[in-house]
């Protein structure tokens, strides 16, 4: 018999979200611009972040008040072989194609199986060191009112120049990547499990306590900060923390070398890119009306 709600939803202590909701007795949301019945949640999209499997093995066997959730492991050639991905990044692979390699394939036949849920919930992992994030590809009405209902405080918005067109949730009528650090072991499975329980809450799927989470910062990336393949960067460097122009930021050949601009930095360290420092963002700070 699989995990039940009452009995198996963890208790852990909550992540980055302190000041950040206030509990209603209806959420302050418009059901009718919302309009989710099903939710499809994506797992394993990269085969070495086995986080998103220990999710859906959750809530496979949750009862639920209404609508449906359907659990889907994306990539499993790559899961198998504890491998990011076969032949070429899933996540870079949309549209896809009918006859392609393997991530393309999946890619094909993923993108048309999702067009008839009306979320997806993208699972990652990621070995930089922050708590969690939800990453974005669109910012609009709908998204705004998902993001009012999920206790994640951190918002990062991909632009199009350096997402483009490939990413999974880019093809959906409505979805999200939650990223979990700071390890892709699986081991904080559960704080995605807490997350996407209120959210779940939130949206009637579930009894419980409704909360609205109000208060988020959002990260709007338009640039990647490259840097030879032997760049060593510097330790103290911090995910969401500013970097200054003039900072040191590493150092390529013992040379010491300093940031170019002022950045904040997503997926530094172990989680960073092949060839990149990190991701570079700007911050702005937004409070929903309640």
């Known amino acids: 018999m699989g995990p039940t709600l009452s009995r198996d939803l963890p208790v852990l202590r909550t992540r980055g979200t302190s000041g950040n909701s206030f509990s209603s007795p209806s959420p302050q949301i418009n059901k009718a611009e919302m309009e989710i019945n099903k939710i499809v949640i994506i797992g394993c999209t990269h085969g070495d972040e086995i986080i998103g499997k220990k999710v859906i093995n959750f809530f496979d ?3 639920l008040e209404w609508g449906s959730i359907t659990g889907v492991i994306a990539n499993k050639k ?7 991905f076969i032949d070429i990044d899933l996540n870079r692979s949309f549209p896809g194609k009918q006859f392609g390699n393997n991530e393309e394939v999946i890619a094909y036949n993923l993108k048309n199986k999702l067009k008839k849920y009306d979320l997806c919930l993208d699972i990652h992992a990621t070995n930089s060191h922050f708590n969690n994030a939800i990453i974005i590809t669109k910012l609009n009405k709908r998204i705004k009112q998902l993001l009012k209902l999920i206790p994640v405080k951190k918002v990062v918005l991909m632009k199009k120049k350096i997402m483009k067109s490939g990413a999974l949730i880019h093809h959906t009528p409505l979805g999200i990547c939650l990223e979990y650090g700071p390890n892709k072991s699986g081991a904080n499975y559960k704080y995605a499990i807490q997350d996407i329980y209120q959210l779940l809450t939130n949206l009637d799927f579930l009894k419980g306590k409704k909360k609205f989470y109000i208060k988020k910062e959002l990260y709007e990336v338009d ?8 760049f060593v960067p510097n330790k103290i460097l911090k995910d969401f923390s500013l970097i200054k122009k003039g900072q040191f930021i590493g150092k390529l ?10 950045f904040y930095p997503i997926f530094l360290g172990k989680g960073r890119y092949e060839s990149t420092l990190a ?4 911050k702005k700070e937004w409070t929903f009306d309640k």
Do not use: C, P, Q
């Open 223 to 230: 640039d990647i900060y490259k840097v030879h393949k032997n």
């Open 78 to 84: 790559a899961l198998a072989r504890k491998k990011r």
């Open 61 to 63: 066997s949750v009862k």
């Open 253 to 262: 050949n013992d040379e010491k070398k300093f940031s170019r601009k002022n």
């Open 279 to 282: 991701l570079m963002a700007n």
